[in-house]
């Protein structure tokens, strides 16, 4: 069983309008990080598969990010 508390964050994350938002977030984010930090390698075709696991951490840091700051605004919000 989780504790309840992490029961709580995980509805409140995965509602439609709070995931809706976040993946937008973390989409945006996402590929604007994969351009910045791998733009160059993929341009010059030196790809490695060290490079699509790094691309996948650009979208699941900013998404991680996101879901922390809708639960923070929701703690805040509850008092």
């Known amino acids: 069983m989780w504790p309840v508390e992490l029961r709580v964050a995980f509805d409140t994350c995965r509602t439609?309008?709070?995931?809706?938002?976040?993946?937008?977030?973390?989409?945006?984010?996402?590929?604007?990080?994969?351009?910045?930090?791998?733009?160059?390698?993929?341009?010059?075709?030196?790809?490695?598969?060290?490079?699509g696991l790094k691309i996948g951490f650009n979208f699941v840091v900013p998404f991680i990010v996101s879901n922390l700051g809708v639960l923070a605004g929701d703690r805040s919000a509850r008092g």
């Open 16 to 51: 439609p309008t709070n995931l809706r938002r976040t993946l937008t977030i973390a989409l945006v984010v996402g590929c604007i990080l994969s351009i910045i930090n791998e733009g160059d390698v993929i341009v010059h075709g030196h790809a490695i598969a060290a490079t």
